[in-house]
């Protein structure tokens, strides 16, 4: 008998079926491959922090947590999470830490120091989700240079089968020479689906050990371990040069192409319109590139051409060993601008760029009339959801902003609230995930440089806990003078409501830590904690925090509608009306121009606002923002 869940995340929606332990094929996303392939390869231990594209993997892992016996948790960082995990790692339980692309910047500080001291017995394999044009990030970091950086081995699978089957291989790679192994995603292998043969599931039975291995530390000669860690590597390279799941040609035709990753899928579609014959060499093994392969390459074929996400990673590593070797091979990609370096790569990329070297038939060609569709779609910006406290927040901010004639600045954090930017440019900045409060206690000091402007800082729970604690207790020890506004929902909503350390549910043996115990602690001038739904009080409230001198802190209590929503029935509050005969019309339009929840529309007939009843959360947020009391409960 078989249990199928169905995880809802970011409007994807993948199937997990729970086996009986039988061998079997089944659909998988890669994020949930790399979960399966976790259990099979053996990890008793998996970390990690929420942020797409990574987030199913643990999200599935949890699904198996009873059945496996192991340990799963979501961590307050991806720092602490790889530190957890190496700790387990360094007691004999193997390991795994996920995170995406810019939580392996907040991890890197411990990762260069841990690839010298060693991971132990038990292995830990890293998995880092990149996201190519950025679609759910802020960037589209490619990380792989972190592999380089710090000397590890890197594995880039192409397909959720190799996604399932990679892990147990870099588990025993990272027992066997104790080092961490990173292996690298993109978001279009973590999610899309394709059938993934399966072994069998059974819970582990792990035995900690009792004391730690000798020598976790680097000194007096990190440059000693530095070269150990040289040789393994070099160990490793040669166990790269025969792995299997790396695609090497049978016949070495004149063009060969070099793919990473899910490029291999897209260069595979691509040779369907390719008259001539390449050959395609295929690379899991990105770091360190297997060496007797790229001198085969050089000696096969006359010209070699790379596609990879989304750097010239695998390329420049190519070069460098081809600088060593005697050849007439012409090398093309990225460093030659003939793959773009930026943006994601697909099927229409990998033919315009080769459409010098190659003939091609007939491109594949959209189904007739697409075109004229495209016409017709609507422009919708990015918005909060109906009914979302963030919404209140920037909407009074720009009130305050208005009452301050525009001397205002205000600082932003990576979260739900980030689309603050696209709400009347209210939000100014939005880095890295603590650095909304941490540029503010920058700006806070310059008063003596002639600022007049106010500063204001705005973040989440869930980022309060990961990286403002360090910058808030910066901006108290110098005295900045700005006002943070703590955006408390009690979930990490963004990435689909895992828990966090000041979430309302929580796990046994887990201790809820509380906001206001960690922000009085430090003694600001003035900290305030009230209910994020009425506008006009919580406009009032800013307004007159702002004005104050010091350091101000505000903890605005609201809730996620979503999450509301999935445990309230419509019918539990009461249906909010516009009275259109007190609507001013086309005379106000400050609710639907303004204020702008998606769930009030303007009728064109009667030129009034409405409420969209099936959109409508019935918070009652919006029944303050109308200055002629139009808007009310029924």
């Known amino acids: 008998m078989e249990t199928v869940f169905y995880c809802f995340i970011f409007g ?24 399966r392939g976790s259990i099979s390869a053996g990890i008793g231990f998996c970390t990690g922090y929420p942020g797409t594209p990574s987030t199913e993997i643990i999200e599935t892992l949890m699904l198996y947590q009873s059945k496996t016996n192991n340990i799963i948790e979501w961590a307050v960082n991806e720092k602490v999470a790889l530190e957890a995990a190496a700790g387990a790692s360094w007691m004999g339980i193997p390991s795994v830490c996920v995170m995406k692309s810019l939580g392996l910047n907040v991890a890197s500080d411990f990762l260069l120091n841990l690839n010298l001291s060693g991971t132990g017995t038990g292995g830990l394999v890293i998995i880092v989700c990149d996201d190519p044009k950025g679609h759910s990030s802020s960037n589209e970091q490619d990380s792989r240079f972190y592999a380089k950086a710090a000397n590890i081995p890197l594995l880039e699978p192409s397909t959720p089968q190799e996604a399932y089957d990679v892990m147990d291989f870099a ?47 680097n000194v007096p000669h990190p440059d000693l371990r530095h070269l150990d860690l040289l040789g393994r590597i ?29 490029c291999q899928k897209y260069v595979e579609e691509a040779q369907l319109y390719i008259e001539e014959a390449v050959s395609l060499l295929g690379l899991v093994t990105t770091f360190p590139l297997p060496d007797k392969l790229v001198r085969q390459a050089l000696e096969e074929a006359k010209t070699i051409i790379f596609f990879e996400e989304t750097d010239s990673f695998v390329e420049d590593e190519f070069r460098a060993i081809a600088s060593t070797q005697d050849h007439t091979c012409r090398i093309e990609g990225k460093r030659t601008n003939l793959v773009p370096a930026h943006g994601e790569m697909n099927v229409d990329v990998v033919l315009e760029s080769l459409r010098e070297f190659v003939t091609l038939m007939k491109q594949p060609t959209m189904p007739e009339g697409i075109h004229d569709a495209e016409k017709h779609l609507i422009s919708r910006p990015l918005t909060f959801c109906a009914g979302c406290t963030h919404r209140n927040v920037f909407y009074a901010l720009s009130r305050v902003r208005k009452r301050l004639k525009g001397n205002l600045i205000v600082t932003g954090d990576i979260g739900c609230y980030s689309l603050g930017v696209f709400y009347n440019d209210v939000l100014e900045s939005m880095q890295a995930m603590g650095s909304g409060i941490g540029t503010a206690s920058g700006i806070g000091q310059l008063s003596k ?52 350390p ?27 904690r009230i209910d994020s739904t009425d506008v006009s009080q919580l406009t009032d409230l800013i307004y007159s925090t702002i004005k104050e001198s010091g350091l101000k802190v505000l903890l605005l209590d609201g809730v996620c509608r979503l999450e509301e929503k999935r445990r309230q029935k419509q019918g539990d509050a009461s249906r909010i009306i516009v009275k259109s005969e007190l609507c001013r019309g086309t005379d106000c339009k400050i609710c639907v121009r303004d204020y702008g929840c998606t769930a009030i529309t303007w009728n064109k007939q009667t030129e009034k606002a409405e409420i969209l009843q099936y959109q409508c959360v019935r918070c009652g947020s919006c029944i303050s923002v109308c200055p002629h009391g139009a808007i009310e409960e029924e």
């Open 12 to 35: 994807m929606v993948s199937s997990v079926t729970m086996d009986s332990g039988l061998k079997s094929e089944q659909l998988m996303s890669g994020n949930i491959a790399f979960a």
């Open 171 to 217: 588990l025993k790679l990272s027992q066997d020479f104790q080092i961490p192994v990173l292996i690298r995603s993109t978001t279009r292998l973590s999610h899309s689906s394709a059938l993934v043969k399966t072994e069998n599931i059974s819970s582990g039975k792990w035995i900690a050990h009792q004391n730690l291995p000798k020598g976790l530390y």
């Open 234 to 262: 070099e160990k490793i390279r040669e166990q790269f040069n025969s792995f299997t799941l790396n695609t090497i040609p049978i016949d070495w035709n004149d063009i060969v192409i070099i793919s990473t990753g899910v």
């Open 449 to 500: 440089f002639g600022l007049e402007s106010k500063v204001v800082s705005v973040a989440g729970d869930s980022t309060f806990f990961h990286a403002c604690i360090p910058a808030l207790i910066d901006a108290r020890h110098h005295n900045a003078d700005l006002t943070f506004l703590i955006l408390n929902n009690a979930t990490t909503a963004m990435t689909g409501f895992q828990s966090h």
């Open 502 to 528: 000041g979430s309302m549910k929580i796990g046994e043996m887990k201790h809820m830590v509380r906001i206001p115990d960690i922000v009085q602690s430090i003694k600001p001038d003035v900290f305030t």
